[in-house]
Each structure stands twice: as structure tokens, then as C-alpha cells.
């Protein structure tokens, strides 16, 4: 198998990954402050707030400041709850709702997505991850 075939077998092997929807949580071990968050893809998720905070770009200026004078090691990712499915979502969506119009896939996806919005809420109150003892706004 050519280096263009393999690419194209690797793409085609993570679109069809069975996507995690969920909560999860960034801890700060030397002061206990912590985030919480939703995201429509967990296994993503910490490579996207890493990639933030390693840029100096993170949206949270608290949690940047506190990375910038902790360091990464300070930090700990933790998946806190999966939203469970009653459909298989991938990555690209193509097979997910194959039966089904564009317009309803599209529902359902938002539909997790509150799912998770709303379970990120809980885990906030539940950790109590406000600032100032955690991260996230009021």
C-alpha cells in the first residue's frame, strides 16, 4: 500500500470512529481550581484547550494565567461523564443517520449537544467550579 493509500485509509478509519459526547474537567493540582466543559467530542477536547493554553490563546484568561505560571504538569485532564447515544455518531456524520433527512440529523446532533450543555451545568454546580474557587463563569 502506497503512502496516498494509507492516508486515505487512516481519514477514512477516524471519520468512521464512533465519536464521545460528554464532560470533562481541567484540574489544576497545585491550587485544586478546575474547568469544567462540554464537548461534542471528548477524545478532541483536551487537544483543543491544550492547544490554547500551549498558544498563550485560551479563552479563560484565569486558567491561562494560572498555566502560564504552573506549567503544563500542574494540570490534569479527566473525562467526568459520556452523554450516552441512542445513535452511533461519527465524525463526519455521513452514516449516522442514514434513513433520515439532513435537517433531523442535524436536530439530533444539537439535541446532544444540550444534553451535554446541560450536564456541564450539574458537574459546575456539583464541583463547585465557579470563580474564584474554579474557573468557570457565572
Known sequence: MNKKEQ?????????EKERQMGVFSITNKVNGRRL???????????NRELFGLETGL???????ADWNEFGPGAFEFEVLERIETKD??????????QAESPDLATQKIRDYRKAAAKREKIWIEKMNSYIPEGYNER
Open 36 to 46: 469544567i466543559g462540554a464537548s461534542a467530542n471528548l477524545e478532541g477536547a483536551w
Open 58 to 64: 485560551h479563552g479563560n484568561k484565569l486558567l491561562q
Open 7 to 15: 492516508r486515505k485509509q487512516l481519514i477514512q478509519s477516524y471519520q
Open 88 to 97: 452511533k455518531l461519527t465524525f463526519d456524520y455521513k452514516d449516522v443517520f
